[in-house]
């Protein structure tokens, strides 16, 4: 499977865009991952903790291979820790709370190990070459990755991170007006896994939150777009979540939630909807890139989104009755109808 061209292939530096991803995954631990990372695409592995590891020196840049908990790694805060005073006592008292901390974190990352899932965090890929990139999925699967489908227990996702092709807050909007009305035809294709249904990580925008954006009349600044945002998805728990963008765009912006240290900034929209289907034969990044195209042509294309967006505020606008009665007529409809 090849990836499908976006309408606006190239970056704001007039580069191919290139998409970040991300893959959780049990049955292989981070030591193994790393080495078949490495033997896929070259490069030098890197043990930066126990339970953390890197390659480095990839055609694409370095691959990041960790359990997926920040418990089983040292705390960067606790590292940046000198000691209380300059004296022999206090410098063996700090390097003992080092070693301390360094031995618990691993001790818990060997505790929890089978528990919760490595992930591979890739360097960014250009769009055209993400099918050099599904090697690594059907790798993984082939040395005995599991992904979502192998267990009601595992609630795993493929996270796609798309440059943006634009810094303008039109452009912006035009993406996310886009996606709240592909949404669910989204969820219907990749067919979501009941367990990453029920767990929180990537869960639906707030139909209030639709309405608002998809009417006419809404056109923010970039301000407005973002304090919208944080008033109705005071959490990065969304199937596309915008935090690491605003971070990226106003790393100044006076709210909290944009400044926490999980929100890495980025020039990307972080699309956290896909299972990671290693199971699936042909199933890799190209497959969800596509997916992920098509709302970006319909946000191109404006006289189908506005088109699109007026009827789903007028559906959802709509008194209960209205709503029971429009599908009453439907039913009658299609009953009728000869077969």
């Known amino acids: ?5 976006p309408p606006e292939p190239l ?13 959780e995954f049990a049955g292989l631990p981070p030591q193994q991952t790393g080495e078949l990372v490495r033997d896929l ?17 990839t055609h694409w840049g370095e691959f990041i291979i960790e359990l997926d908990t920040q418990y089983a790694h040292p705390d960067n805060r606790m590292l940046k820790q000198t000691p209380h005073s300059d004296t022999e006592w206090e410098r063996q008292r700090h390097q003992m ?13 060997d505790v929890v190990m089978g528990l919760v899932p490595t992930e591979i965090v890739c360097p960014p890929v250009p769009w055209n070459e993400l099918d050099k990139l599904d090697n690594l999925f059907a790798a993984l699967h082939a040395h005995g990755a599991k992904g979502t489908d192998a267990s009601l227990l ?36 990749i067919d979501i896994d009941i367990t990453r249904e029920v767990l929180p990580h990537a869960n639906p925008f707030p139909k209030h939150y639709a309405i608002q954006v998809l009417s006419p009349d809404y056109a923010p600044d970039l301000d407005t777009l ?8 005071p959490t990065r728990n969304r199937e596309l979540d915008l935090y690491p963008l605003f971070a990226f765009l ?8 944009i400044h926490t240290s999980l929100i890495k900034p980025r020039p990307t929209f972080h699309y956290r909807l896909p299972n990671a ?3 699936q034969r042909g199933w890799g990044a190209v497959m969800e890139w596509n997916r992920w195209v098509a709302v970006e042509r319909l946000a191109a294309d404006s006289k189908e989104l506005r088109e699109r967006a007026g009827r789903f505020v007028s559906l959802n606008t709509q008194s209960l009755m209205t709503r029971m009665a429009g599908k009453l007529r439907s039913w009658i409809k299609e009953v009728r109808s000869p077969s």
């Open 41 to 57: 695409f070259g490069g030098e592995l890197q043990q930066v903790s126990p339970h953390r590891l890197k390659v480095v020196n």
């Open 154 to 189: 595992y609630g795993f996702g493929l996270h796609l991170n798309p440059e943006v092709a634009s810094l303008e807050t039109d452009y912006l909007l035009r993406q996310l007006q886009a996606y709240l009305l592909m949404a669910a035809w989204l969820r219907k294709e």
């Open 277 to 279: 289907q290693l199971s």
């Open 250 to 257: 106003r790393p100044d912006y006076p709210d909290p939630l």
């Open 97 to 109: 709370r080092m070693e301390f901390h360094h031995k618990t974190r691993e001790l818990i990352g």
């Open 11 to 23: 970056n704001v530096q007039g580069k191919p865009r290139r998409i970040g991803v991300e893959i």
């Open 226 to 233: 973002i304090a919208d945002y944080i008033s109705f998805n």
């Open 1 to 5: 499977m090849l990836p499908q061209s």
